[in-house]
């Protein structure tokens, strides 16, 4: 069998998506795949990574996403967008294979239609990735999705013109399900969490020294809650320190440095994910104060995998985290982040027995031996 995982961005990992196919390539070495992807500057065009998987690339680069160019006008960029999906596009249509697996993307073309009002825009990248001009078993996993917090209706109604293509669609947080499961004229929508590779990501004794070591892991900016986490570090409670690590945030480097103030705390950058494993085993407790009201994001399920409880706000479905089992949920304040760390500090046997559990739920329902197999039965089905 072969499956071609159609997405935005591939290799190096450079984010959740990435890291969510590449563990699947790897727990289905009985497969043969291809990922149709963006060019990368420096990358080949035709790549064998693994020993089961090619990746194929497509120009034009996109510009927008290299530092240097990020000011780039959005016209062009979407412009670069339509002449490369429309090449992916041309491939998957004349290419061999038996299930095409797509992934959530995010166009400069759909974000010129919120701007310009221009409804056929959007309609494009819609037809454009709609599945039944490839004439191939097909599904859909949605990463994330739009919500009233974070985007416009034009947003939200472009993401649920796409999602009606799809005869199955994949869901990795419950809420996203819960939401697409209802949209009328939606079809299979299922809810099949994240993999997390156990092995790589293996438990390992808290650390129990004098200091209780917490963390931050993702990118600084408002929806990852960087006020909350400033404030709180601002005024880091005595017998605690800080780690960092944050994706390059450019010229916002130094403010942010200053902000978060200097003593106790140390920012690692542009950490690689084969890193992320030794990094996650230094700490006590993750701080993941998403302002979002539906997700969890992988980072806080590869720490509950290595046995490190995560804090999180309060302000949504944060599944699997049950406060006080598993890890720990805290109103929106840095006050009462700061509260909670207070207790943790003087219950560490308490917090032991809350990072134990927190392996125990993710071996047992989202380690990648679990959710690999339930993605292959659906390629299986879909195939015939």
């Not at 084969?274 to 996650?280: D, E, H, I, S, W």
């Amino acid at each position: 069998m072969k499956v071609i995982h159609w997405n935005m961005r591939y290799f190096p990992l450079l984010g959740g998506i990435e890291t969510h196919v590449d563990t699947l390539i790897r727990h289905m070495p009985e497969i043969e795949f291809e990922v149709v992807t963006d060019a990368l500057p420096g990358a080949a065009n035709v790549e064998k990574y693994r020993p089961n998987a090619t990746i194929r690339r497509f120009p034009p680069i996109d510009r927008s996403r290299v530092s240097k160019h990020r000011k780039l006008a959005v016209p062009v960029a979407a412009l670069r967008d339509t002449l490369r999906d429309s090449r992916e596009a041309r491939y998957l249509t004349t290419a061999e294979y038996d299930v095409l697996h797509v992934h959530d993307f995010e166009k400069n073309l759909v974000i010129l239609e919120d701007v310009t009002r221009i409804k056929m825009l959007g309609d494009f990248e819609v037809r454009l990735h709609d599945p039944k001009r490839f004439n191939r078993p097909h599904l859909l996993t949605k990463h994330f999705m739009f919500t009233e917090e974070n985007s416009t209706p034009a947003l939200r109604r472009w993401e649920e013109r796409l999602v009606r293509q799809f005869e199955t669609v994949v869901c990795v947080d419950k809420p996203i399900q819960q939401r697409f499961a209802g949209l009328e004229g939606a079809k299979r929508v299922l809810f099949i969490p994240n993999p997390i590779d156990t092995e790589t990501f293996s438990y390992s004794p808290p650390l129990n020294d004098k200091v209780l070591h917490l963390a931050f892991a993702g990118r600084l900016d408002v929806a990852r809650g960087e006020p909350l986490l400033i404030e709180f570090a601002r005024n880091l409670p005595e017998g605690t320190d800080l780690a960092l690590a944050v994706q390059h945030p450019g010229q916002r480097l130094k403010d942010i440095q200053a902000a978060l103030g200097g003593n106790h705390i140390r920012i690692e950058l542009d950490v690689p994910y084969g890193k992320m494993p030794r990094f996650l085993s230094g700490i006590n407790v993750l701080l993941n104060p998403i302002t979002d009201t539906y997700s969890t994001t992988r980072v806080t399920l590869e720490a509950m995998a290595v046995g490190r409880p995560v804090v999180m706000l309060d302000t949504g479905e944060r599944y699997p985290i049950r406060h006080g089992e598993n890890g720990f949920l805290v109103p929106p304040s840095a006050k009462s982040l700061a509260d909670l760390v207070e207790k943790l500090k003087a219950d560490r046997k308490g917090l032991e027995a809350v990072a134990r559990r927190a392996r125990y739920d993710i071996e047992r329902e989202f380690a990648a031996t679990i959710i690999a197999p339930r993605i292959r039965q659906l390629y299986e089905e879909l195939a015939g």
